[in-house]
């Protein structure tokens, strides 16, 4: 089975998210696309991040509305921090059977090379970059072979600009799944200062 991972803290998901993993999963040959929920970025800082329990409960209510979209927690049985490639080479140990890829945005293309040990994820498995506002596609012919290039709806939404506009308070109603605005607003979740 092709599988695609499509990781981010989702801090929190948002309808951006929800709109490429509804585009790779029709238009990129893939059987399933899990939606890997991280406990931590190294490339972040921590302070902000939510509740690994109430992101991922807000990750469900995404992927459960989108057919063959599963949510994923495997990166929270994983030694912190957990960089791509130790997450990709656990999945494909545990799951020898599946072929997986990985979907990643534009602008963590442009920055790939800077990733632990990226030379192996490119040799042990395949990527769909999909496009981000202000980051070119240009794809070198040497990654011809691992990486594609594909052609998914520019979304222009951020998860940070959402938690900010929570925490002052503004109707962020049109950049949320329903559910996961309605979750948000019951639970008082980014609605203070952190």
């Not at 803290?9 to 893939?30: E, K």
């Not at 902000?48 to 991922?56: A, I, Q």
Request: hydrophobic letters at 40%; aromatic letters at 12%; charged letters at 25%.
């Amino acid at each position: 089975m092709k599988i695609g991972i499509f990781g981010g803290t989702f801090n929190p998901i948002h309808t951006g998210h929800a709109i490429i993993a509804n585009y790779v999963i029709q238009n990129c040959g893939l059987d399933r696309l899990w939606l890997m929920v991280s406990p931590l970025n190294p490339f972040k800082v921590a302070q902000g991040e939510h509740h690994d329990t109430e992101r991922l409960r807000m990750v469900e209510m995404v992927s459960s509305k989108l057919e063959n979209v599963e949510t994923s927690g495997f990166e929270f049985s994983l030694p912190r921090p957990s960089y791509t490639i130790d997450t990709l080479n656990a999945l494909q140990s545990k799951f020898p059977q599946h072929e997986f890829y990985l979907v990643i945005g534009a602008d963590n293309w442009m920055s790939f090379d800077k990733w632990d040990r990226y030379e192996e994820i490119l040799e042990k498995f395949k990527v769909l970059v999909y496009p981000r506002s202000g980051y070119g596609t240009e794809l070198p012919a040497r990654f011809a072979s691992s990486v594609t290039m594909i052609e998914a709806p520019l979304v222009e939404l951020s998860s940070t600009e959402i938690r900010e506009g929570l925490k002052m308070m503004k109707n962020m109603s049109f950049y949320l799944p329903d559910d996961v605005y309605r979750y948000i607003l019951k639970n008082k979740i980014y609605l203070h200062d952190e």
